[in-house]
């Protein structure tokens, strides 16, 4: 068994591919990282190392035609935040505190919990570890933050419906995992709390719906 350091633009399948294997076969190699008999796996990062086996024998891997986020030989820092806070959530008698740390990060304070905090979620973990967020609570104001990639590990990503006058509209969270029909993603105010969750690709917006702070 040897290793591969994933590239800027690198699937499972492509991956598999290249070294001549199945896709079940890699799954087999990465149980950490895809669910076998399935074709859920997480979303690499470039620099992520993975097992493989065999020769390379496909092509070169593809460069994507949007630029990639990068620069992390880990998961990005933000994400690494985001996983910590999982089992937040909103408390039925008074307000949770953290999430009213949520809320003020975006300029909300003092506000209960049960208001719509996934925006706030996300701006409270990419400013916690260093990077500015979009500041506001609306998913309607995070539709042009930061710059366009495609789908990558730990991306801001964005689920219609979006409208300007509803804070509450749409969803946004830090993108986990992918599988043919869905986007699973870290996100806030998931059924009231942090948690990782599947949502389907239908929703997700039509124009650039992944987003990276820099």
């Known amino acids: 068994m040897a290793q591969y350091t994933v590239q800027p633009g690198d699937n499972p399948t492509k991956i598999a591919k290249k070294f001549g294997l199945t896709l079940g076969q890699f799954q087999k190699l990465n149980p950490g990282l895809c669910t076998f008999g399935t ?5 690499l990062f470039p620099g992520q190392l993975v097992n493989v086996s065999g020769q390379v024998t496909g092509l070169p891997v593809d460069t994507p035609q949007q630029p990639a986020g990068g620069g992390f030989s880990a998961p990005p820092p933000w994400m690494q935040i985001a996983i910590m806070e999982q089992g937040v959530q909103e408390w039925s008698q008074g307000d949770n505190p953290r999430i009213q740390q949520y809320l003020a990060s975006v300029g909300l304070p003092g506000k209960p919990d049960e208001t719509a905090w996934c925006a706030a979620f996300t701006n409270w973990c990419l400013e916690q570890s260093g990077y500015r967020g979009a500041k506001s609570g609306r998913v309607s104001d995070w539709w042009n933050w930061g710059r ?3 789908a990558t590990y730990g991306a801001i990503c964005i689920l219609q ?4 006058d509803q804070a509450s509209s749409g969803h946004i969270g830090f993108l986990h995992a992918m599988d043919a029909t869905n986007v699973w993603l870290l996100s806030g105010n998931s059924k009231n709390q942090v948690r990782i969750s599947a949502y389907p690709k239908s929703k997700l917006i039509h124009n650039a719906p992944y987003r990276w702070p820099f």
Request: charged share 15%.
């Open 148 to 150: 366009p990639v495609a």
């Open 161 to 164: 419906p979006l409208t300007v």
């Open 39 to 43: 074709d859920q796996c997480k979303v």
